[in-house]
Structures are given as C-alpha cells and as structure tokens.
C-alpha cells in the first residue's frame, strides 16, 4: 500500500485501498466520516512502550550461550534480545546483588540488535559480552554482525560488520593477551572463521573454516593465538601467525570417529576436551591434534556441553539422556563424598549423575554462579537452577508461538505453542502460573469473558475448553482438518466463533453449566480466516482473511451483511482485525498483506498496537484512520512477531514472536 493508492469517495464517505493489487473498500465511521481528510497526517501515540520482561531462552538450537556475571546477573539471549537476569534466592547471592547494586527478581535488556542473536562470549574481564546474529527478513536492516557490549552499562562498545553471510554462529574472546582478540565463525557455505582486534572494529584474517557446520570455536586459556573448532566430523587446531590462520585436523586414529563434536572446553592442564554424538569424550594433547584419552559411553547419545567449573572439575551434560556427569581434573568420575564437597552445600548427596525432568529437555549450556549453584540451559528453551534437584528459574515455548490472549479481569495471560505446551503466566510476578501439555500442536486461544475458561485451537482442527485455573480440560471438538487459526467469545452473549484454515466461521453457542453447542458456520471466505471481531451486544461480528477480505456477519441469522450504511457505524468490542478503516494507518507505504500478523486496541481506545514481519512492536494512536500515521517502533523480537495484546487494564502490552518463541512484556507509560 503507498500514499498514492489510498483514496477517499466523499459521496460514499469510503476509503480504498490496495494490497497486493487488491482493492479494498472500508466505509468510515460516521462519526469520523464528517471531517475527515485523508491527506492529514495521524497523531503519534500519547504513549510509548518500555521492555519490562522477556519470557524464554534460545537453546534449541544454539549454544555456550549462559554465563553468570560477577554480580550473580545470568547473562544469555533469547530472540533478538540479550538478557541480564538477576535471580537472587539465597543469603550469599544476595549479598553479591547488594554489593553490585542489583535488584533481585529483575532483568534487563541489552537490544541493539535487529534480528535472532545466535552467538555469545563473555570477555576475559568478565564485563564485556559479545553478542552476534543473523540476517533479519529484511536484509537491509538486518545483517549478520557481532556487536561487542558493557554488562554494566549496556554501552556498545564496537560493532563487526564486514563480510558476514547468514549468521555469526560461534564467538571466543581471546584468553592468554586480556581479550584483546575476537575469533567469529559464520554460517556460510564455507563456514569462514576471521579473528579481529575488536577494538579497531578492524578484522586481521579470515579463511574458509569446513563445508560442514561448525559448532564451536575457542581461544585456547594458556597457549597465544591458539584456536579449536569444532562441527559435524570436524576437530580443527589453529595456529594464528605471520599473518595466517595455519590449520591441523585433530586425529582420531583407532577411536571411532563421530558423526559430530558437539562441544569442547579446556582443561587446566591446557589439554583440549570435546564431547560428540556417540556420548564419548576425547581428551587432546595440549597444543596439539592427537588423543591422549578417550572416554567411552558417558551420555547415551550426544554430548551437548562440557563445563570446567572454577575448582577445575568437568560437568559434561546430556542432550538425550539429560543427564549431568561429573569428573574430576584427570578425568576420574567424582563419588557422592567429593561432590557434597566440591559443591560446599548443605544439601542432599548427588549421585555420580543427576537427571534432569523429561519435559525440561537436554542439557545445552553450564554456568556456575558466584555460590557454587549451577545453572543449566537446555534443549526446550529452560534454564533450570540446581545442583541437588535442578528448578526452572527460566521457562520458554520451544516451538513456533502464535496462540495468546489476556484474562479479561487480571494480570494473568495465556501463551500456547506447536511445542503442544498450553501456559499461564503472571504479568505482575513475572512467573508461570500453570502448564498444560496437550496432545497436539496449539495455534490460537481465547479467554472466556468471565476469566472461567480458556478454548485452545490447535493445528488439526481440534480445539479444547479448559478451565482457566488448572488447565484440566473440560471438552474437545472438532472442526474441519485444517488449523484453527483464531477463536473469539463474544462480549456480552453466551456465542463464540471459531476461525479456521479451511475458510470457514463456525459458531457455538454456550448453554447452562457451560456446554458448548454448534450453531452453524459462515460461508463466503474464500481464503482462511485470520481474525475476528465482536460488537460489544455479541450480534453481529467482522472476520478478515488471508486474501485481505473484510466481511461483516449477523450472528443470529448467520448470514453475510454486505450492507456499509448498517455495518460502518456498529460498536466493535475489540479491534484486532487488521483490515478496518480504524486500522488503515497501521499499514507501511510498501505493504503486501502479509507484513501485518495482528493488532490490538487498547481497552480505553487510547492505543492500537501492530506487530510485523520485520521484528517490530508498533504503538499508534487509536483511530489510526489515516495512510500516513505517525507510530513509535520497537525492537527485540526477531523476524515474524505473530501475536500481541493489551492487558484487562491496558498497564502492560504481551507480544509474541512466532519462531523466536519468545514472549515480552512492556509496560505502557
């Protein structure tokens, strides 16, 4: 859509306008049809958003992304956001916070980013990070780049920019010159490794790493310019001289060699370590490519992370069994005794292994806080708080998230993902409330108008009524084969609507002790519905679709009501559908219809807020009825933000991102 196609018919007192060539015809209120002027420019929002909280952590797919910094913050990423998270629960780490003025329960946020962070290294002086990501769905905003940054001040520091393709994937701060040095793996074809004195923002070499995927890089602790790398069939050992990056292939000789080195760390001793996907571990000699130990059958199934704790011990973490494995510095398993010491906790023996629960997934990062608790990442986007028994301290969905929506009378609201997770969470203590797995994947929610129940649509067509306090399902239906894509109660009558995939509305109706009865459905879609709209008397009801229609439907009758002069003047209870003349200004100049997931009207009709294809949270004033409005943008969120709402007392604004998985909250201030 761009300035030039949008018109206005005064006679008809309509606004046309185009997506993707598409007319489309929206009858203003009248109300607002009387001294309207297409050619003004819309007022910027009377409010601006702060980032408050960020829900969930990357360990899906990426790794040696945890540590704990000297002021008890956990550092890691999730989306395009790095995290500092203070979790203080004990005397001694609280005596850390208070020393290092951090408040307990709090994060903050690091986001100078424009799309997913996939990498991170903590610096040798244990303040600066580096963080780097990948290219964004619009390459013009969104380059791979490392961007080097203050833990305490969130000041940037130097940005690396030059050469990336796809995305910096591994990071390492060299250890033996003070970090004076950056080594960066990307994820081109031919994965191409460059070391840079980042100070200078200067890059000094670069060289093809392998065609295969690399997982890790690291500068050696003791020995200069020394670097390993490792991927799928790949031990790398790289000398940094005279000007070259010289490379030898780590040998294997007898030992089987893997199909992956997941991991590697280094042992005081100098000697390298790695972990791989047959849960073997192979000890290296140090500053050199051959074996000097080999370890059988340690995990079943891949090794994901091994961890050199401060005394000198090793952890190695399970992806499949999820378990912990504890050494000693030559590699002899630690018994019950040496760990309760080791450790110096009043707590329970650990056993020479400690399981993680199942739903918590394996184990994909370590780091040890300033009191000897362990903090654990892992494959399903947690991080769990331990040793003795490990407690989630972060939880994340671990799949693509599109479902939310808000309790209509408190702070609570519910997220539910194809990971099949259904969650509650607390917008004022920041806290998961309760969890339910389903048996398929979830697409869309709503809450009931009296708080009671929650309907989740999922993937298959299926969707369940649960009951908003303890998720205990109440009922199941079905409708069609195809995704339900969006569900709304209406208001102010006992009716819902479901919205699917398969181009059709169907209505229920809610009778005495809440049983759900199908009325009908609605007809006339000719592409799938992807957001509904109330009247505040639950009589009629506007639907959009995929092909950027906007229709308007009599509840009772169930029939279409094409009719502007009757349509363009109805009290909307809400205003999530994209496609109205309240919404024209939320559209970008260059629009094609697909660039806008979902809006939101705040409570008081004060606010709309949009989310995009592009990263962005979008705050307007509300209406936004002209082409050109002027709007606040935010960041943090990583391509395809999916789904965004105002709490019941528009004080908070939840958004979600669809792959990134991530949920943030905002304050409105």
């Known amino acids: 859509m761009s300035g030039k196609d949008v018109t206005y018919n005064d006679e008809d007192q309509t606004l046309k306008m185009y997506l993707r060539g598409r007319p489309i015809i929206l009858a203003a209120p009248s109300a607002l049809a009387e001294n309207y002027d297409i050619s003004a420019t819309g007022p910027k929002p009377p409010k601006k958003l702060e980032l408050e909280w960020v829900y969930g952590y990357r360990g899906k797919d990426c790794r040696s992304n945890l540590y704990v910094l000297p002021n008890g913050e956990l550092v890691y990423f999730v989306a395009a956001v790095a995290v500092l998270h203070n979790v203080e629960e004990n005397t001694q780490r609280h005596y850390i916070a208070v020393l290092h003025n951090v408040e307990e329960n709090t994060q903050r946020h690091y986001i100078g980013h424009t799309d997913d962070i996939k990498s991170l290294a903590l610096h040798p002086n244990n303040v600066l990070v580096a963080t780097g990501q990948c290219a964004g769905h619009n390459k013009a905003t969104a380059s791979p780049h490392v961007r080097i940054w203050d833990s305490e001040t969130l000041e940037t520091k130097a940005i690396l920019d030059d050469g990336f393709i796809n995305a910096v994937c591994c990071l390492s701060f060299s250890k033996s010159d003070e970090g004076s040095l950056l080594v960066a793996v990307d994820d081109s074809n031919d994965h191409t490794i460059s070391v840079w004195d980042w100070e200078k923002s200067s890059k000094i070499i670069e060289t093809k790493c392998s065609t295969e995927t690399i997982v890790a890089a690291e500068f050696h602790p003791q ?134 629960e199942g739903n918590f997934g394996g184990v994909r990062a370590i780091a040890e806080g300033n009191d000897s608790q362990l903090y654990i990442g892992t494959t399903r986007n947690c991080i769990l708080q331990g040793p003795g028994e490990f407690n989630p301290i972060v939880i994340g969905h671990s799949d693509e998230l599109w ?43 709503a809450y009931s108008p009296n708080s009671a129940e929650i309907a989740v649509g999922c993937v298959t067509g299926k969707w369940y009524v649960l009951n908003a306090e303890n998720l205990e399902e109440l009922a199941d239906f079905t409708d069609g084969d195809e995704p339900i894509q969006v569900i709304q109660y209406a208001p102010d009558r006992d009716l819902m609507a479901i919205g699917s995939r398969n181009n059709y509305v169907y209505l229920y109706s809610i009778g005495e002790d809440r049983v759900y009865s199908k009325l009908g459905k609605l007809t006339g879609h000719s592409s799938y519905i992807t957001h509904i709209d109330w009247t505040s008397d639950g009589q009629n009801l506007r639907t959009n679709s995929g092909d950027y229609e906007l229709l308007f439907w009599n509840a009772d009758e169930r029939s279409q009501d094409p009719h502007s002069s009757t349509t363009r003047d109805y009290d909307w209870a809400t205003n999530t559908c994209t496609i109205t003349f309240t919404t024209v200004g939320i559209w970008p100049s260059d629009a094609d219809g697909t660039d806008i997931n979902a809006c939101d009207r705040s409570h008081n009709s004060e606010l709309i807020a949009s989310v995009d294809d592009f990263g962005k949270v979008n705050l307007f004033s509300y209406p936004a009825i002209q082409p050109h409005t002027l709007y606040r943008s935010y960041g943090g969120h990583s391509s395809h933000v999916t789904n965004v709402a105002f709490l019941h007392d528009d004080s908070k604004l939840i958004t979600v991102g669809g792959n990134d998985t991530a949920i943030m909250q905002w304050n409105v201030v």
């Open 403 to 445: 479902a939310l929506a808000v309790d209509p009378q408190s702070d609570k609201f519910v997220t539910a993902a194809q990971d099949k997770y259904v969650r509650v969470w607390s917008a004022d203590s920041k806290k998961l409330v309760v969890s339910k797995r389903l048996e398929d994947q979830a697409q869309s929610a």
């Open 223 to 356: 020995q200069e310019n020394f670097i390993v790398t490792c991927g799928k069939s790949h031990v790398g050992f790289w000398q940094f001289e005279d000007g070259a990056l010289k490379k030898k292939m780590g040998i294997f000789g007898s030992h089987d060699k893997p199909k992956y080195i997941n991991c590697l760390a280094f042992l005081p001793s100098g000697e390298a370590i790695t972990g791989d996907s047959n849960g073997n571990l192979a000890v290296w000699e140090a500053g050199k490519n051959t074996i000097t130990n080999f370890i059988t059958d340690v995990h079943d199934g891949s090794i994901f992370c091994i961890y050199i704790s401060k005394s000198g011990n090793v952890i190695t973490g399970g992806g499949k069994d999820a378990c912990l494995k504890y050494f000693d510095q030559n590699m002899e398993k630690l018994d019950e005794e040496a760990q309760v010491k080791y450790f110096d906790q009043n707590m329970e023996k650990l056993d020479e292994e400690a399981q993680l």
